[in-house]
């Protein structure tokens, strides 16, 4: 009896076991589903359109000292004897790079639009800023104790200049990205303007803290991590070397305030600026609205010159 009574209390032990272990898969898989895809409609790709070619590409990062990725996606007709801008695309925290693909399927998009003739055909690029892989990591996309992030991004950029048909000057490079990406993608191209000539910042943020990788961070390199402190060390720089930059945020971001601050301080450095507050906060919400216009920017600032800006940002009024 009392064998029984073991056995029969371990019998439900292991079911109850068995539920917790598929309830929390099943969590997991509904948590999945959602940051994957957050409740958006699928875009289609439209009659007569091509699809293009996703590539995960690993390589040796120096910068990282091992072996790394990133993601590519080849516009459609690609052709290794082509000419091709390339359109970085940094991404936030939580997150990882196939967030562009598979919540607001950019590679689509890009389709859709080259073949309605409203974009050139670019290469796509996805680097990696996760710290060991993790999707709630967050790397700021900067050089620190915990990985040199930064300079990676600068080999993503040679390796994909040596693989693929690029056009490998800074007038036919965009770098762009959400949030943290924004961040870094804004810090990355006033330390490397020789890399970029063009950036977009979707909801970034200009000032860093002792916080995250940078806890231990002294006042140098605060400073040089803070794109509105860090843009006033330029000098002539961004003149002699042309940026053009859009800036967009929510009207109800807890960053929206820094905007205005810093497309003032590159305007007035020489850097073309234009920036704008939408409706909206900080997600996806937001983004996913105006990635077609992203896409078509990109596309139109590798066909434009770069020259220097007139000192003063333009601000768009949302339509």
């Not at 080999?155 to 200049?161: I, L, R």
Request: proline share 5%; aromatic share 10%.
């Amino acid at each position: 009896t009392v064998r029984r009574g073991v056995a029969a209390r371990l019998g439900v032990a292991v079911v109850a076991l068995t539920l917790a272990i598929t309830g929390l898969a099943g969590a997991y898989s509904y948590w999945e589903s959602y940051y994957q895809h957050r409740g958006f409609k699928a875009v289609a790709l439209v009659k007569g359109a091509q699809r293009g070619r996703l590539l995960r590409v690993r390589f040796r990062s120096a910068a990282l000292r091992r072996s790394s990725d990133y993601l590519a996606y080849l516009p459609p007709g690609y052709h290794p004897g082509g000419h091709y801008p390339v359109y970085y695309l940094l991404h936030g925290s939580p997150g990882r790079p196939s967030v562009y693909l598979a919540i607001v399927s950019l590679g689509i998009r890009m389709d859709n639009l080259i073949s309605r003739h409203r974009m050139r055909p670019m290469i796509l690029v996805f680097p990696d800023g996760r710290i060991g892989g993790s999707v709630f990591s967050d790397s700021e996309w900067a050089n620190t104790p915990a990985g040199h992030y930064e300079s990676y991004v600068l080999d993503v950029v040679d390796d994909v200049d040596h693989r693929f048909a690029t056009i490998p000057d800074r007038g036919h490079r965009v770098i762009a990205g959400f949030s943290a990406g924004a961040y870094g993608a804004t810090n990355i191209t006033l330390h490397h303007p020789a890399v970029f000539g063009s950036l977009q910042s979707w909801s970034g943020y200009y000032r860093q803290a002792r916080t995250g990788v940078f806890a231990r961070a002294g006042r140098a390199q605060l400073a040089y991590n803070s794109p509105l402190e860090y843009v006033r060390t330029v000098g002539a720089r961004l003149a002699t070397e042309p940026v053009r930059a859009f800036l967009f945020t929510g009207r109800d971001d807890n960053a929206s305030p820094q905007i205005a601050p810093m497309a003032r301080a590159l305007a007035a450095r020489g850097a073309q600026v234009s920036y704008a507050l939408y409706r909206g906060g900080h997600d996806w919400q937001l983004w996913a609205s105006h990635v077609n216009q992203m896409l078509i920017l990109a596309s139109r600032d590798t066909t434009v010159p770069l020259t220097r800006g007139t000192g003063r940002a333009r601000t768009l009024t949302p339509g």
